[in-house]
């Protein structure tokens, strides 16, 4: 049975960091993409960042582009998502989500629980 | 920026047939992915690459794509159907690639 896990979610004041991850299990993490998507409050879904199996294409939303830092180990079938400068805007959901092949450019067919960032003073 | 757009709500009487649209400039040429999302839950892949469906999906979902206007199609609606819908594109006609999600859309049953 495939499982994401994500962790790392919490509180943190406007300006702070935070690095969240996420556990795989039940499928070959290394063969497949990741992503990253959140859902603020109510709202839609947001596409943040998505990374090819070998890391090798990496892509970001304009919205967290030069923020956030997507990463995987393969080794440890984990994907992380390093969130600096953080703002109140950033607070949500965030999901991530396995792709259906080694692209970045795949529909998202797992998806984790999720874990909450709330960025408020 | 590429822009998907979705009527915030649909209504439907059980039994009968939801039409979920998803509007964008010349959506035919991309690839349209669809996503069940439930009340405190994560989404569900329901629909991909316009209209195939994912083992365990029923036959009761469907897509297409055509002109300006994805469909997710819901046969014979269920109480059990009632979601919030979302569709997806890879938007690949610039140089910054990057997914795009519709603003999702409230599926009611009656």
């Known amino acids: 049975e495939v499982q994401l896990v994500e962790s790392g979610g919490g509180l943190v004041k406007p300006g702070g960091s935070l690095r969240l991850s996420c556990a795989a299990s039940?499928?070959?993490?290394?063969?497949?993409?990741m992503n990253w998507v959140r859902q603020a409050p109510g709202k839609g879904l947001e596409w943040v960042s998505s990374i090819s199996s070998s890391s090798s294409n990496i892509k970001y939303a304009d919205s967290v582009k030069g923020r956030f830092t997507i990463s995987r180990d393969n080794a440890k079938n984990s994907l992380y998502l390093q969130m600096n400068s953080l703002r109140a805007e950033d607070t949500a959901v965030y999901y991530c989500?396995?792709?259906?092949?080694?692209?970045?450019?795949?529909?998202?067919?797992?998806w984790g629980q999720g874990t909450l960032v709330t960025v408020s003073s | 920026s590429y822009v998907l757009t979705q009527p915030p709500s649909v209504s439907v009487a059980p039994g009968k047939t939801a039409r979920i649209t998803c509007g964008g400039n010349?959506?035919?040429?991309?690839?349209v992915h669809w996503y069940q999302q439930k009340p405190g839950q994560a989404p569900v892949l329901v629909v991909y690459?316009?209209?195939d469906r994912p083992s365990g999906i029923p036959e009761r979902f469907s897509g297409s794509n055509s002109g300006n206007t994805a469909t997710l199609t819901i046969s014979r609606v269920e109480a059990g159907d009632e979601a919030d819908y979302f569709c997806q594109v890879w938007h690949s006609n610039s140089d910054h690639p990057h997914w795009v999600f519709g603003g999702g859309t409230k599926l009611t049953v009656l």
């Open positions: 690459d316009n209209s």
């Open positions: 989500a396995s792709g259906y092949g080694i692209a970045v450019a795949v529909p998202f067919d797992y």
């Open positions: 010349n959506i035919e040429t991309k690839i």
């Open positions: 039940g499928f070959t993490f290394s063969s497949y993409s």
